[in-house]
């Protein structure tokens, strides 16, 4: 596709999750977005009364982590497009 005049950027997202007892918590972290980082944060416990898999917490705190990201983004996307437009967004805020 050259010639086309498109732009490639890349945005590299990092997760770390640590274990503490039957608590998991994950960081998702965004780089490379103009203005810097975001972080999202995720957590999961497990119940007592429940089996301990680990992989279940990771799973869950990791897709908390990426879900709270995720409305960052939209909500600076919104933000961004008020500033722009001068205008309030709809439909758009997580």
Known sequence: MAGTGERRKTWNAEINIVEAGTEVRAEARLRGKEGGQMVGEGTAKCNPADENVPAIGDEL???RALSDLSHQLLSRAAHD???????????LHA
Do not use: L, M, N, Q
Not at 81 to 91: M, Y
């Open 81 to 91: 497009i008020e500033v722009h437009t001068a205008r309030p967004v709809e439909r």
């Open 61 to 63: 705190s990791v897709a």
